[in-house]
């Protein structure tokens, strides 16, 4: 019976973690807050020599009805939504995203798939936003 469960795990590697604001505010620091700054306001020190200018990102929710877009987000870091101005699919900092997957309830109520790593800077991204 172990064995069985045990395989299931591997064949199915979904796990529901609980989100740590504070682990991606950390993680939003050093790979995002050089081109979004580090109170994510696009305002970082790379933005002047970007053609295309970093999006304020604590204005998520207010230029979605109020709502914090958490599909949209995951899959603009993710990569599922790609960036022209990031030249590649973002984040350009390789595997740190990828991973395990979780399971995170969209706006929507649907579930959607993504990395622990996303799952924390997603739960720091809403707790920034301006009400």
Same mark, same amino acid.
């Given at each position: 019976? &172990?064995?069985?469960? *045990?395989?299931?795990?591997?064949a199915?590697?979904v796990? /529901?973690?609980? =989100?740590?604001?504070? $682990?991606?505010?950390?993680? *939003? =620091?050093?790979?995002?807050?050089t081109?979004? %700054? +580090?109170?994510? !306001?696009?305002n %970082?020190?790379?933005?002047?020599?970007?053609? /295309?200018?970093? @999006?304020?990102?604590? =204005?998520?929710?207010a230029?979605?009805?109020g709502? *914090?877009p958490?599909?949209?987000v995951?899959k !603009?870091?993710?990569? !599922?939504?790609p960036? /022209?101005?990031? %030249?590649?699919?973002?984040?350009?900092?390789?595997?740190?995203? $990828?991973g395990?997957? /979780?399971?995170? &309830?969209?706006?929507t109520? =649907?579930p959607?798939? @993504?990395? &622990?790593?996303? +799952?924390?800077?997603?739960?720091?991204? $809403?707790s920034?936003?301006v &009400?």
């Amino acid at each position: 019976m &172990k064995l069985l469960i *045990f395989g299931l795990f591997l064949a199915f590697p979904v796990a /529901v973690w609980a =989100q740590d604001a504070d $682990e991606g505010q950390v993680i *939003f =620091q050093f790979h995002c807050a050089t081109c979004h %700054g +580090l109170e994510a !306001r696009g305002n %970082g020190p790379m933005a002047p020599a970007l053609t /295309v200018q970093p @999006t304020n990102l604590t =204005q998520l929710s207010a230029s979605n009805d109020g709502v *914090f877009p958490i599909t949209r987000v995951i899959k !603009r870091i993710d990569g !599922r939504d790609p960036l /022209v101005s990031h %030249g590649s699919s973002m984040p350009i900092f390789g595997d740190f995203f $990828e991973g395990y997957d /979780v399971a995170l &309830k969209a706006e929507t109520g =649907q579930p959607i798939m @993504t990395s &622990k790593p996303i +799952l924390d800077l997603m739960a720091w991204l $809403e707790s920034v936003q301006v &009400k």
